[in-house]
């Protein structure tokens, strides 16, 4: 075989490697991705516990850059102290190198066995199977792919061409640390690199010198991405973390390379073995590296915060314009700023509205873009209200402040929770009109239509009652929970009818048009919690849900969650036929209430009798 088959069989194994431990890691990220993440964030609490958690989860990840990306994007969004983000990090730059202890030892035969049981496994209908079998089956190519390598070495291993080469290379520390850092920031994986060098060692391709500077530059190499890919954006503060991160790493890969001369002879000699001693070394660096630096973390998250300061950005969308932070001791005048930042997500909500709006007639990539955008935007100022309400001093708030503070939340994150629903449902069938090159029928367009500017119309009003809490515009508002049921049922109709003339745009849209109606409606509910609810229930007009009997009963339910302006009355029949009569007041539902109780007995009764 020539040199330049050799040169691409080594790519494919290198090749091999690298899609063996992405195996590995989107197996363990699909089996245990939400729980991981969900155990990191409350780890978070302390430096000694992130330490282990980053360890442990970087351990079974194998990949400290992912585990750089999540605690990343924890700090940039302020949810964690830049403290234990660092003991994190500094966590599973240990953690990273276990695997690579492990496959230091020749279980290379395990080869066959791990690939035949992940394919089994893999092969079951169950996902949580199915991603365990995608674990093992990296693990075998990985075994593989480095069994590959040392094939491919041995017929060239005595050519002078090429250990001139390699000693010219390896006189070099800093070359060969450059070279590897390039090489890992480009694979994203520390572990492949690492394995890779280990190979090389093994059948004495590289000296011991120029294999401990290699993994000195994987080491630093995996510390680029989080900076690269982690937090963007004009706050520097948010870039704390990947910085920090980095700079350590830098620190330490210096000092390791200026002793590399003195520590080469002495990880040898505790460990003969080449392909051994560069996995101990990579370990051994990395608990050192964390040793030093756990103590100095307050001090060095100190420096880091005084060189990075944190940065309002004006432009920011997202950034709370009314919530005064020295207003906070006087909550009589930080509920008012406060109620003026929830106006801003019903501004933020309408302009959703009007893009929807825009893409019920034409949608757009680009366009749909822009709008999910600002559900972001209401994302950040509904976690910024909360978190400013939560800091109000509650022994200096009179109840009425306190039930004011209620009604701001509860206004806040129904906001949030209708921008919720255009994001993920209403764009997300516009996204599959696009995918699907589908256009509603004109007289589908036209319903839809009329639903989102009724939408408009009632968030304006649920602006309006929020403001003035009057009781008035609230019994309105919650009318608009019937009408656009009714509008609903008739939107269904039409198209239904549409159906069975055979119109072949109606029937290729049919399952996007009816998830529309739906998510319209529960738009128009998010918007009458917001300000009915509230106001209604503090009047004592939002009543229990109904009172129900069986067959030949009356059912009396009140429109929406049953408010006491607009209820009505369902009587179902004995033959299961249904009509409607309007309610309003509590005292007519009362009595009627009543009524029903007694027809159902005399129901009854009469049914017995004929028995």
Not at 50 to 63: P, R
Not at 555 to 571: C, H, I, K, N, Q
């Amino acid at each position: 075989m020539g040199f330049p088959l050799t040169l691409l069989d080594l790519a494919g194994s290198v090749a091999l490697l690298l899609w063996g431990v992405h195996m590995v890691q989107s197996g363990v990220q699909r089996t245990f991705g939400a729980r991981l993440h969900a155990f990191l964030s409350g780890a978070l609490r302390n430096r000694f516990k992130a330490f282990a958690a980053g360890l442990g989860i970087t351990a079974v990840l194998q990949s400290s850059t992912a585990t750089g990306l999540m605690v990343t994007g924890f700090a940039a969004g302020g949810l964690v102290d830049l403290v234990p983000a660092l003991a994190v990090m500094l966590g599973a730059n240990v953690g990273t190198t276990l695997i690579v202890q492990l496959l230091s030892f020749d279980v290379a035969a395990a080869a066959p066995a791990l690939i035949l049981f992940g394919v089994l496994v893999f092969r079951r209908a169950q996902a949580g199977p199915r991603d365990f079998g995608r674990v093992l089956i990296g693990l075998g190519l990985i075994l593989i792919a480095l069994r590959q390598f040392i094939e491919l070495l041995h017929p060239y291993e005595s050519m002078p061409g090429l250990r001139h080469l390699l000693v010219a290379i390896s006189a070099h520390s800093l070359l060969d640390m450059i070279l590897a850092a390039c090489v890992t920031w480009a694979a994203h994986s520390s572990v492949a690199v690492v394995l890779v060098v280990m190979s090389f060692a093994a059948k004495g391709v590289v000296s011991p010198l120029a294999a401990f500077a290699l993994v000195l530059g994987a080491n630093l190499g995996t510390a680029i991405n989080p900076v690269l890919e982690g937090a963007s954006g004009g706050n520097p503060a948010g870039r704390r973390l990947p910085i920090g991160n980095l700079a350590n790493r830098v620190v330490g890969v210096s000092l390791a390379l200026v002793a590399l001369p003195w520590l080469t002879p002495l990880v040898t000699r505790i460990d003969p073995n080449a392909s051994r001693a560069v996995a101990d070394f990579h370990t051994g660096f990395n608990l050192l590296l964390a040793i030093v630096f756990f103590p100095l973390l307050p001090l060095y998250a100190a420096l880091l915060k005084r060189c990075l300061p944190k940065r309002a950005d004006e432009t920011d969308p997202g950034r709370p314009k009314y919530l005064d932070t020295t207003m906070q001791e006087s909550p009589a005048f930080a509920l008012g700023g406060a109620t003026r930042e929830a106006l801003r997500l019903a501004n933020t909500l309408e302009a959703m509205l009007s893009g929807l709006c825009e893409m019920l007639e034409r949608p757009d990539r680009q366009r749909i873009a822009e709008i999910r955008k600002q559900d972001d935007v209401l994302d950040k100022l509904n976690t910024a209200l909360k978190d400013y309400i939560a800091r109000l001093d509650q022994d200096a708030m009179s109840d009425m402040g306190r039930h004011r503070a209620m009604a701001i939340l509860s206004f806040s994150t129904n906001m949030e929770q209708a921008g919720d629903v255009i994001d993920r449902n209403l764009l997300g069938i516009s996204t599959k009109q696009l995918k699907r090159s589908l256009s509603f029928s004109k007289e589908g367009k036209a319903e839809l239509l009329v639903m989102a500017d009724r939408l408009i119309a009632n968030l304006r009003a649920a602006a309006s009652v929020f403001v003035t809490e009057d009781p008035r515009g609230a019994r309105l508002l919650a009318m608009e929970k019937e009408n656009f049921r009714r509008l609903e049922d008739e939107a269904r109709y039409a198209h239904f009818e549409r159906l069975r003339s055979g119109r072949i745009e109606t029937a290729e849209t049919s399952s996007l048009h009816l998830d529309a109606l739906r998510d319209l409606k529960l738009v128009n509910a998010h918007l009458v919690a917001a300000a009915a609810y509230p106001i209604l229930e503090d009047h004592g007009e939002l009543l229990p849900s109904r009172v129900r009997g069986g067959a030949g009963d009356t059912l009396y339910s009140w429109t929406g969650d049953e408010t006491a302006a607009a209820g009505s009355r369902v009587e179902i029949d004995p033959n299961g036929e249904a009509y409607e009569e309007e309610i309003h007041s509590p005292e007519e539902a009362e009595k009627r209430a009543n009524q029903a109780r007694e027809k159902s007995t005399e129901i009854r009764t009469r049914n017995q009798r004929r028995l």
